[in-house]
């Protein structure tokens, strides 16, 4: 039988869009190759918008610093880095407050971060 421990670890690896135990139903598998075609649209769609979104945030004048719930840095484009003077690779992984401090532009004091 091919639902025993050793092939589910194996199958977890290599991360399929669904499984089929046999023996299976005609209807069972026309389920799963609809819902595994699915699936692969939308990561293809995925990733033509990441491309583009990366693109995007590479070439505005703005600087653009994401982080996470936890605020560590997840991206910078190339003006964040200039400004801050820590380049991406750097700075991911890290807390916000590490990469830049926020001040007051009148009194040059430093300001609780809004993330």
């Not at 991206?75 to 380049?87: C, D, H, Q």
Request: hydrophobic share 35%.
């Amino acid at each position: 039988m091919h639902a025993d421990e050793n092939t589910l670890e194996r199958a977890k690896i290599t991360e399929p869009f669904a499984y089929l135990i046999k023996p299976f139903k005609e209807r069972e598998l026309q389920t799963n190759i609809e819902i595994t075609l699915t699936k692969h649209g939308l990561e293809r769609q995925l990733k033509v918008n990441k491309k583009w979104l990366d693109a995007l945030l590479r070439s505005i004048s703005d600087g653009v610093i994401a982080s996470d719930m936890q605020e560590l840095i997840t991206f910078m484009n190339p003006v964040a880095e200039n400004l801050t003077g820590w380049k991406q690779q750097e700075a991911c992984g890290r807390n916000s407050s590490e990469i830049f401090n926020i001040a007051n532009a009148e009194t040059h004091h430093s300001i609780e971060s809004p993330m």
